[in-house]
């Protein structure tokens, strides 16, 4: 059972670049999120989608895009990469978008922005 | 507002060692649940405990137990008898009601390091 499978696992780009992070899970959850790691502070939601076919602002959307492909697939886009978006990115999903409901993460993305 | 500070940055203790994590939140919310999350080094994030705020028992995994007291807003996480794959970074989080997407806000995190 693979849970929540995060792609590429690092990735370096030079500022200006584009890129999309891939997330996908496999356990049949409505709700997926993504979060970004910085150094001390903890980790920060950038967007989430509570059901397929919604997509809502988290507390740092700036510079972000999301499509919610499908229900098992929910991508996040840096369409021109900045330093300040130097991070570990993770990717989470719950059953359900309700307060009772554990986040299970992915393995996260290193992401630098040279 | 919504927050969840754990104070210690970074603690370091002998294997064996007893070794308690504070965690304290904040939220206006009356209906709020609350978790801890381990980090490893290889970096993933693994769920190990959830606790809504009407349930103030404390609870004990094996060699974990988390003490939850309402009166002074702190979810404590206490390894006993510490060992060195119990070292990585443990994040408590807070989850309620007013918070747009019902997102985890987590704390800032503590790194335990356990030495043989």
């Known amino acids: 059972n693979a849970g929540v499978t995060q792609t590429p696992k690092f990735q370096v780009l030079k500022t200006g670049q584009s890129m999309t992070l891939q997330c996908a899970q496999d356990?049949?959850?409505?709700?997926m999120y993504w979060y970004r790691q910085d150094p001390g502070m903890g980790l920060r939601l950038i967007y989430y989608?509570?059901?397929?076919?919604?997509?809502d602002k988290g507390e740092v959307p700036n510079g972000y895009n999301v499509s919610r492909l499908n229900k098992r697939e929910f991508s996040l886009r840096l369409e021109s990469a900045a330093p300040s978006q130097t991070s570990v990115y993770f990717c989470?999903?719950?059953?359900?978008?309700?307060?009772?409901?554990?986040?299970?993460f992915g393995d996260g993305t290193r992401l630098s922005i040279l | 507002a919504q927050k969840v500070t754990q104070a210690q940055t970074e603690i370091s203790v002998v294997e064996k060692e007893d070794v308690t994590l504070d965690c304290v939140y904040e939220t206006r919310d009356t209906t709020y649940y609350l978790f801890w999350y381990k980090q490893p080094p290889s970096g993933e994030l693994v769920f190990l405990i959830r606790?809504?705020?009407?349930?103030?028992q404390n609870e004990i995994s094996g060699r974990y137990s988390w003490n939850f007291q309402k009166s002074t807003s702190s979810f404590n996480f206490t390894i006993t008898a510490s060992q060195v794959v119990d070292s990585a970074v443990y994040f408590c989080a807070l989850r309620d009601g007013r918070t747009s997407g019902s997102r985890l806000t987590f704390g800032e995190g503590t790194q335990l390091t356990v030495n043989p």
């Open positions: 989470a999903s719950s059953l359900r978008p309700v307060v009772d409901q554990p986040q299970h």
């Open positions: 356990m049949n959850h409505n709700s």
């Open positions: 606790r809504n705020s009407f349930d103030e």
């Open positions: 989608s509570a059901s397929e076919g919604t997509t």
